[in-house]
């Protein structure tokens, strides 16, 4: 294997384990590498200079290749431009960065030669990237569903077997490293939208950005939440799924809490694992799951990248399956109703003036049956609806109100065969 020159930036949680593993690897020098903050106590690196400015890395003829484990976009993204133009190869965790910049880095990456790899940068140990770019291009992709932030995961999981509330399954998943102090990220599901775009241009051949994504997070979810998914044989998981709707040929990316039915594979992943299926034309589904996270995990992946990159360096770029293909026929999706929906589990609260009888007028005006309804205390019903797009739920919603009647919790719940509504 050819001998690479490299430069790190990032020697946070993964830029160490980066750093752990490479020490095993004889083919390889981290010749510099870059932090930000110039006062913090660090071990020595035998061999590495280290810096707080990354243009010792970009500017350096030696380096053939930047790992960059830091994170964000400004100033990485600069940077990463810079070294690309001057012909170097990159290995990169950064989700974000790629979910926003993605197709000017790649395509800057062809114009240039050099390769752009990122397996790191979703489901951290699991080789999802690899998987989809190498294990299947005989199939088309029909979808992808999974969880993708272990930090949701862990919280949903305590609040569910713990019957913890949201605020403490929080505070102590950042006890354990698992939340950062500011958890917006996360727990909004900006996160898992990044992993998802990301995702959409491996197996849709089309970038989405970010802010398309349908995304809605777990910071909402109640304790009586937690207990409607026990009740109906479910579990509460913030999913990401990703499918191409067949009438419209739209890409529907979305993110929210769904209730998973238990016997379903997603269901059983707790604690801050990931798990993904992958649906493929010829393969069927296929469902991969590991630790999505975590110093060495993670760095497993970044170094998978830098050992493919040394053995194929001097092979041809291929990087394909990233060109945006903009498969979109948007006059074909004209007037076509989205065929993308789910079952809905919906708790009502009638008002003063509303009457029960007006339930089955709301549900007959919007073409949806109730495929389970329950009265759930003096004012209170609870009900299943049959597969609803969105639009269809917000107009249900709009007309209860006209008859005074607030839709106070909806969740939807994850299509399954093998999903009783026996309660
Ligand atoms: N943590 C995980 O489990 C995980 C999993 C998958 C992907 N990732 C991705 O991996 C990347 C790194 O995550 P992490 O958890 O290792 O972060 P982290 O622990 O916060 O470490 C970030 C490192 O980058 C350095 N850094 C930040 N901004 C810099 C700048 N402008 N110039 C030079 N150095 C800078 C920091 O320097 P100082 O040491 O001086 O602060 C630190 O060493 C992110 O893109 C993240 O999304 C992380």
Known sequence: MTKIVAGLIGLGTVGSG?????????????????????NKQRPQIEGSTITCNIEEIVNDPQIELVI???????????????????GKHIVTANKKLLATHGPELFALAQKNSVRLLFEASVAGGIPLISTLQ???PANEILSVCGILNGTTNFILSKMSKEGTGY????????????????PTDDVEGFDVAYKLCILS???????????????????????????????????????????RDNLTEKIDLRVH???????????????????????????????????????????????????????????????????IKNKENKNKSKNKKSQCGFK??????????????????????CKIIALQ?????????????????????????????????????????????SFSLTA
């Open 18 to 38: 980066v750093v752990e593993l490479l020490k095993k690897q004889d083919f390889i020098t981290i010749k510099t590498i870059a932090v930000k903050d110039p």
């Open 134 to 136: 190498k294990g299947l």
């Open 344 to 365: 809905n589990y919906l708790r009502l609260v009638l008002g003063a003036s509303s009457k029960p009888g007006v339930l089955i007028s709301a549900l007959a005006a």
């Open 68 to 86: 960059e484990v830091a994170g964000g976009i400004e100033p990485i993204y600069e940077h990463l431009k810079n070294a690309i133009k001057k």
């Open 167 to 182: 605020d403490e399954a929080l505070k102590e998943a950042q006890i354990l490293g698992l939340a950062e102090s500011d």
């Open 201 to 243: 241009a491996l197996s849709f051949g089309q970038f989405i950005d970010p802010i398309s994504v349908q995304r809605e997070g777990i910071s909402r979810l109640k304790a009586e939440d937690v207990e409607t998914a026990r009740r109906l044989n479910c579990s509460l998981k913030l999913i990401a799924l990703g499918r």
């Open 373 to 417: 309804i329950e009265h759930d205390g003096l004012l209170t019903y609870t009900m299943v609806t049959d597969s609803q797009s969105d639009e269809q739920i917000d107009k249900f919603r709009k007309t209860l109100e006209t008859y005074d009647i607030k839709v106070v919790s909806r969740l939807r719940i994850l299509e399954d065969e």
């Open 257 to 323: 809490p769904i209730l998973v039915p238990n016997a379903h594979s997603l269901s059983g992943i707790s604690g801050a694992n990931n798990a993904i299926i992958i649906e493929g034309s010829a393969a069927g589904k296929i469902c991969l799951s590991g630790p999505g996270a975590g110093k060495l995990p993670t760095a497993s992946a970044v170094v998978g990248d830098v050992i493919t990159l040394c053995q194929n360096k001097h092979l041809p770029l291929e990087q394909k399956s990233l060109k």
